[in-house]
C-alpha cells in the first residue's frame, strides 16, 4: 500500500475540519496541527479561516516556537494553501484595521473587504466556474509583483499564488469543489490535475 503525503492544517481555531476532509477527497493524509512539533515532517500546509485575531494570539503563545514553525516550513520551500483568515496571517500588509502579519506573502489585504458576516455569500468567479464561498472575507487590495492572479471576481483577486503560497480571499473547503487544494498539493494529492482554468 503507497503511504499518502501528509499535509499539517493549523487547528487552533476556525473551520480545520472541513479542510482535512477536503485534503483526505484528494489522497492526501491531513494531520491537525497545534504546535510546532506537529509540523515536523508534513509535506505542506494549511492555514485555515476563522478568527483571525483569535488565531494570530493563539500563535503568540509558547514564545511563538509553532509561528516560527509555519516560518521555517514556508522558507524550505513546502507548500502552503491559506484561506480567508490564513490569507490575513500570511499578508505582507494588513489594512482596516492594520495588524500585524507574517509578511509570507507579497499582498496587502483589507480585513471584512466583502464585508461583514450578514454579507456572506456564495459567487462564482470571473472563471465560471469557480465557487466562491464569502465569509467576512479579506479584500486584496495590492499584489507584489512576484504575486500571480489565478482567480478574480468582478475584476479582484480572490485567488493568488507566489511561489510555493496558494492563498484564497475565500472558503474553497466549503464549496465542495477540490480544485484549490489540488492546485496548492499537485506533488502530495492523487494525481488527479486541477482544472485549467486554474493552472
Given at each position: 500500500?503507497?503511504?499518502?503525503?501528509?499535509?499539517?492544517?493549523?487547528?487552533?481555531?476556525?473551520?480545520?475540519?472541513?479542510?482535512?476532509?477536503?485534503?483526505?477527497?484528494?489522497?492526501?493524509?491531513?494531520?491537525?496541527?497545534?504546535?510546532?512539533?506537529?509540523?515536523?515532517g508534513?509535506?505542506?500546509?494549511?492555514?485555515?479561516?476563522?478568527?483571525?485575531?483569535a488565531?494570530?494570539?493563539?500563535?503568540?503563545?509558547?514564545?511563538g516556537?509553532?509561528e516560527?514553525?509555519?516560518?521555517a516550513?514556508?522558507?524550505?520551500?513546502?507548500?502552503?494553501?491559506?484561506?480567508?483568515?490564513?490569507?490575513?496571517?500570511?499578508?505582507?500588509?494588513?489594512?482596516?484595521p492594520?495588524?500585524?502579519?507574517m509578511?509570507?506573502?507579497?499582498?496587502?489585504v483589507?480585513?471584512?473587504?466583502?464585508?461583514?458576516?450578514?454579507?456572506?455569500a456564495?459567487?462564482?468567479?470571473?472563471?465560471?466556474?469557480t465557487?466562491?464561498?464569502?465569509?467576512?472575507?479579506?479584500?486584496?487590495?495590492?499584489t507584489?509583483?512576484?504575486?500571480?492572479?489565478?482567480?478574480?471576481?468582478?475584476?479582484?483577486?480572490?485567488?493568488?499564488?507566489?511561489?510555493?503560497?496558494?492563498?484564497?480571499?475565500?472558503?474553497?473547503?466549503?464549496?465542495?469543489?477540490?480544485?484549490?487544494?489540488?492546485?496548492?498539493?499537485?506533488?502530495?494529492?492523487?494525481?488527479?490535475?486541477?482544472?485549467?482554468?486554474?493552472?
Open positions: 500500500m503507497v503511504e499518502r503525503a501528509r499535509v499539517a492544517v493549523l487547528a487552533l481555531q476556525g473551520d480545520f475540519a472541513e479542510h482535512c476532509h477536503a485534503l483526505r477527497a484528494i489522497g492526501v493524509e491531513p494531520i491537525e496541527a497545534r504546535s510546532a512539533r506537529d509540523l515536523a508534513a509535506a505542506g500546509l494549511v492555514l485555515p479561516g476563522g478568527e483571525s485575531t488565531i494570530r494570539t493563539l500563535l503568540e503563545r509558547d514564545g516556537e509553532l516560527s514553525a509555519i516560518r516550513l514556508h522558507g524550505e520551500g513546502r507548500p502552503v494553501l491559506a484561506t480567508c483568515a490564513g490569507l490575513i496571517l500570511i499578508a505582507r500588509e494588513v489594512r482596516d492594520p495588524a500585524r502579519s509578511g509570507l506573502l507579497d499582498v496587502a483589507a480585513r471584512n473587504g466583502w464585508g461583514r458576516q450578514i454579507a456572506s456564495v459567487e462564482i468567479a470571473d472563471d465560471g466556474c465557487p466562491v464561498v464569502l465569509i467576512r472575507a479579506p479584500r486584496i487590495v495590492e507584489g509583483d512576484g504575486v500571480e492572479v489565478l482567480a478574480r471576481l468582478r475584476g479582484e483577486p480572490v485567488l493568488v499564488r507566489e511561489q510555493n503560497v496558494v492563498a484564497a480571499t475565500f472558503h474553497p473547503e466549503l464549496a465542495g469543489d477540490l480544485s484549490v487544494h489540488r492546485l496548492a498539493f499537485p506533488s502530495c494529492c492523487d494525481n488527479v490535475p486541477a482544472p485549467a482554468s486554474l493552472v
